[in-house]
């Protein structure tokens, strides 16, 4: 079933250089995020929030492909290079923004890192855009 609710992008960034046990300053800490981000996430499904969620590895596992060329350009790494990298995120679907960021906090507070969000660009939202 496809919800007609907006959907909203809730990004976590995390450090270049993670530590041993990633931002977390203990092992501890790292098992109890990841229970209560479990338990966030459950409550995403029962409230009918969730779309999907996922961690990413480390940013220097990445791979940065430029197509727009004859031939694509393949490269190690990160396209940017920054202190902070997304480390994971939550596709969300919420009534409207209030909502989205009011879930935003519980995640910040769940993963113990600061949470974007950004809605999805809507058909709605692209045609204005082209009307303008």
Known sequence: ????????????YGAAEPGEFGSYPSKEAMLQSFADTGAFNERLEKEGHFVFAD???EATTATTVDGQGDKPIVTDGPYLEAKEYLGGFWVIEAADLDEALALAADASKACRGKVEVRPFQTEESFKALLES
Do not use: E, K, T, W
């Open 1 to 12: 079933m496809v919800s007609d609710m907006p959907r909203y992008l809730m990004s976590v």
């Open 55 to 57: 961690g990413l590895a």
